[in-house]
């Protein structure tokens, strides 16, 4: 089991609950986050710069699971606050500095996931 500290900016404690310690399990999730993370911020952030506030409150709410298989803190506060003002249309003048928030992290993220799909 990877231990809490082993990475900077994600924590695989989830992920290693819902692969159960099956390493194939676990190369599958890493695969899936890989692959899909870059995209869906990538459309929120073009969904944020069009005005969508709906639509991007529906994707920013199917990114919270994808986010908990992270577990990066920052990530997963910013993307809850986009949902909610996006839904209510509130404080969407705030949405760019979350949206900025989450692509910084996203790199972070992704070095470090690749390094773990590295180690299975």
């Known amino acids: 089991m990877v231990s809490n500290n082993a990475y900077q900016f994600i924590n695989l404690e989830y992920l290693e609950l819902m692969s159960d310690g099956d390493d194939s399990m676990k190369k599958?999730?890493?695969?899936m986050l890989i692959?899909?993370?870059p995209d869906e911020v990538v459309k929120m952030r073009n969904l944020q710069q069009s005005a969508q506030w709906e639509e991007?409150?529906?994707?920013s709410h199917k990114m919270k699971s994808t986010l908990s298989y992270v577990g990066n803190e920052t990530m997963t506060v910013s993307n809850k606050t986009i949902e909610q003002n996006a839904k209510n249309n509130i404080s969407v003048d705030e949405?760019?500095?979350l949206m900025d928030k989450l692509e910084v992290n996203l790199e972070r993220v992704m070095t470090e996931l690749k390094m773990e799909l590295t180690r299975l």
């Open 28 to 31: 599958v999730l890493l695969e």
């Open 35 to 37: 692959d899909e993370l």
């Open 56 to 59: 991007l409150s529906s994707v």
């Open 95 to 97: 949405l760019g500095s």
